[in-house]
Antibody, heavy 122, light 110 residues
């Protein structure tokens, strides 16, 4: 059974940093791209970015709203994906979901974690 | 990149069919056959319902179907059931390895 478990959320002050982790199980982690999606309280979904599998270079792509502040990385030996968030703003407050990218090139997200809440406030 | 436009709400009676639209531009929905749809119940994580415009993942009911015409994609739910009451989001590839979600639609079963 595919499982994605996020951790690392919490309350953080504006301008500070936070790192989220996504621990995967039930599939060969290294074979898949992984993505992060966020949802502000009471709002819709927002694509944050993704990291390709090592077979495709392990490169990353980001939404304009987080580019230069957020970094996605992966440790295939531990089956963990990370989201490093720097220079946090109040508008980054959201539930952050870790997702697996369907392996057919379409970018569809076939499995989601339960999400972890990040609150940016002074 | 602006969010794709969806109606805020759609409703129907049990057994009826409803359709949710997702309107973008030629740079996203209209330019690629990479539209997906997600169902989200309150307090839960989203679930993939349709990918590549019209394909259903294993385990998803065949009451759910997707299509696209020009810059607008659509999700149709036939034989509406109480359990279909949820929020629905479309998502499209938007070029340059980026993706954009729709504004979301709340489906109410009357």
């Amino acid at each position: 059974e595919v499982q994605l478990v996020e951790s690392g959320g919490g309350l953080v002050q504006p301008g500070r940093s936070l790192r989220l982790s996504c621990t995967a199980s039930g599939f060969t982690f290294g074979d898949y791209a992984m993505s992060w999606v966020r949802q502000a309280p009471g709002k819709g979904l927002e694509w944050v970015g993704f990291i390709r599998s090592k077979a495709y270079g392990g490169t990353t792509e980001y939404a304009a709203s987080v580019k230069g502040r957020f970094t996605i990385s992966r440790d295939d030996s531990k089956s963990i994906a990370y989201l490093q968030m720097n220079s946090l703003k109040t508008e980054d407050t959201a539930v952050y979901y870790c997702t697996r990218v369907l392996g057919n090139g379409s970018g569809s997200l076939d499995y989601w974690g339960q999400g972890t809440l990040v609150t940016v406030s002074s | 990149q602006s969010a794709l436009t969806q109606p805020a709400s759609v409703s129907g009676s049990p057994g009826q069919s409803i359709t949710i639209s997702c309107t973008g531009t030629s740079s996203d929905v209209g330019g690629y056959n990479y539209v997906s749809w997600y169902q989200q119940h309150p307090g839960k994580a989203p679930k993939l319902m349709i990918y590549d415009v019209s394909k259903r993942p294993s385990g998803v009911s065949n009451r759910f179907s997707g299509s696209k015409s020009g810059n607008t994609a659509s999700l149709t739910i036939s034989g509406l059931q109480a359990e279909d009451e949820a929020d629905y989001y479309c998502c499209s590839y938007a070029g340059s390895s980026t993706y954009v979600f729709g504004t979301g639609t709340k489906v109410t079963v009357l």
